[in-house]
């Protein structure tokens, strides 16, 4: 007769809930990234001449990590075509919006942020720095002039 112990049932059950969950989320994620390409692609402009023809590349840098589909694309249109206040303007370089909208799941929220920010006194580079996503892989000190 096998005698079973509760103590290595449980840790097997949690190590094949983990197991599952690493496993699955990344597929998550990836589903959640090809829907917001999806919401972007031929739909949103990346520049004021109205292209809506994406680079792969930055299309996946504006989708990484995002939850909710459609907040990036939306965060960033409002962005180039909101007349959010920078400082000085509100015409923006588009890799500065991509690197602010990059991986949000609430717009509205990251461009209150910003312009908190902004009201506050902080520079607008620094501000894109304080509102980007948590954990966002796009963080990066390559930001382009936008005088």
Same mark, same amino acid.
Request: charged share 25%; with cysteine; hydrophobic share 35%.
């Given at each position: 007769?096998?005698?079973? $112990? @509760?103590?290595?049932? #449980?840790?097997?059950?949690?190590?094949?809930?983990? #197991?599952?969950?690493?496993?699955?989320s @990344?597929?998550?994620?990836?589903?959640?990234e +090809?829907? =917001?390409?999806?919401?972007?692609?031929?739909?949103?402009? *990346?520049?004021?001449?109205?292209?809506?023809?994406w !680079?792969?590349?930055?299309?996946t840098k #504006?989708?990484?990590?995002?939850?909710? +589909?459609?907040? @990036?694309g !939306? =965060?960033?249109?409002k962005?180039?075509?909101?007349?959010?206040?920078?400082?000085?303007?509100?015409? *923006?370089?588009?890799? $500065?919006?991509?690197?602010?909208?990059?991986?949000?799941?609430?717009?509205?929220?990251?461009?209150? =942020?910003?312009?908190?920010?902004?009201?506050?006194?902080t520079? *607008?580079?620094?501000?894109? #720095?304080?509102?980007?996503?948590?954990?966002?892989?796009?963080?990066?000190?390559?930001?382009?002039?936008?005088?």
């Amino acid at each position: 007769m096998v005698a079973i $112990n @509760p103590k290595t049932i #449980l840790k097997s059950i949690s190590i094949l809930g983990f #197991l599952t969950a690493l496993h699955m989320s @990344p597929a998550m994620a990836n589903e959640h990234e +090809a829907d =917001c390409a999806k919401h972007i692609q031929d739909k949103v402009a *990346w520049d004021s001449s109205g292209h809506t023809k994406w !680079e792969k590349n930055n299309i996946t840098k #504006l989708c990484n990590g995002t939850t909710v +589909a459609k907040e @990036p694309g !939306e =965060c960033f249109d409002k962005v180039m075509n909101g007349h959010v206040k920078w400082g000085e303007g509100d015409k *923006w370089e588009w890799e $500065n919006a991509l690197r602010l909208c990059s991986g949000t799941n609430d717009s509205d929220q990251t461009i209150s =942020c910003f312009q908190k920010q902004i009201h506050a006194g902080t520079t *607008w580079n620094e501000a894109i #720095l304080q509102c980007q996503v948590k954990g966002s892989k796009f963080k990066s000190s390559n930001y382009v002039d936008m005088k």
